[in-house]
Nanobody, 118 residues
């Protein structure tokens, strides 16, 4: 099983990025997919998640700026990030699991770096 993130990079404050996560998960459509991030010197934190039924949940800091979506035929989950701020600088990780957004089970990608700096 592989989860491969892409789309990270260096952007200026106020700009946008779209992260992608291609997942070679069996029964992708049955997985709860999520994005987490780890900022420098901080613990990993939940960013956004999408259920198999396409319901979504967001961390408070992500509401109104980030949008998670999934394309089941492509086995891909996306994170559209708008109006990026310097505090969004982090390594962003994709996670997939069958038992909800449970960090202790499922699969993780290797991460993609997002740097927001003027």
């Amino acid at each position: 099983v592989q989860l491969v993130e892409s789309g990270g990079g260096l952007v200026q404050p106020g700009e946008s990025l779209r992260l992608s996560c291609a997942a070679s998960l069996n029964r992708f459509g049955s997985n709860f997919m999520a994005w987490y991030r780890q900022r420098p010197g901080k613990q990993r934190e939940f960013v956004a998640g999408v259920t198999p039924e396409r319901s979504s949940r967001y961390a408070e800091f992500a509401k109104d700026r980030f949008t998670i979506s999934r394309d089941n035929p492509k086995k891909t989950v996306y994170l559209q990030m708008n109006n990026l701020k310097s505090e969004d600088t982090a390594v962003y990780y994709c996670h997939g699991g069958l038992l909800g957004w449970n960090e202790d089970e499922g699969y993780w990608g290797q991460g993609t770096q997002v740097t927001v700096s003027a």
